[in-house]
């Protein structure tokens, strides 16, 4: 989505906010006249501490209807010092993706706070990361998805596609998948870019004719939770409705509860 009139004003009023605000101290910038109109950064100061042109970096702040990329964006907001909830605000009004949010490798661990979270929620619960692994779970998670968290390849869409198994347990098997990967692609349409993200698809292409074939069908939806049914193969049916919930500062991650389950007969 491009920004509106409305978002190039807002961005180059926020942009020349900061920048009135920032001490050259705080910036580090030295030298140069010491007498000033005002106790804040230059526009050329700011270009030249982020690496970018002053003519361009004006026009932005004069809301102009330039190009600018994540990485410009990022510079000017470390350049600036901006919080992370600043840096968030800066990036929505862009209508850009911020880099620093898809940051985190597969080998990292996941913030603390949302593994404490984990353990503190009674329903089944687990936690995706950009590219749908399963970073962490809880008890009732690990019991319930003994295929796929049982496993060592623990990505929810080589699961669904690749193990057969999953057709059996996750019931209306067609449907469902059809539905998962359209959440999939609405969810990475912003990292078009991402290697890991376009890697991962021309694997499961490759793999599964069945993904193959509705990745073309180009379905996109949000991630919308509702009603959820496994066929259980110690417990029978069960039914949960699922909510997913993204936690704020880490739109890397989601984390996903099934609450229930209620008796099957009592489904919608």
Sequence with gaps: MLPSVEHRRLLG??????????????????????????PGLRREEVAHLCGLSPTWYTWLEQGRDVSVSPTALARIA?????????????????RKRDPKSDAGAAGDRPPAPLLAALDAIAAPAYLLDRLWNARAWNAGAERLFTGWLGGTGRNQLRYVFLDPSARTFICDWENRARRLLAEFRADTARRSDDADVAAL???????????????DDHGVL???GGVRSFSHPLEGLLVYEQVTLNPTG???????MLLGPTAAEEAP
């Design 250 to 256: 880490r739109s890397d991650y989601k984390l996903v």
């Design 201 to 215: 698809v021309q694997e499961l292409r490759g793999a599964s004719p069945a993904f193959a074939r509705m990745w």
């Design 13 to 38: 009023a926020f942009l020349r906010t900061h920048r009135e605000r920032l001490t050259p101290a705080e910036a580090g910038v030295h030298g140069g006249s010491a007498r000033r109109r005002t």
């Design 78 to 94: 470390e350049g600036l010092h901006l919080t992370a909830a600043e840096r968030a605000y800066l990036f929505e009004l862009a």
């Design 222 to 224: 949000d991630r919308e």
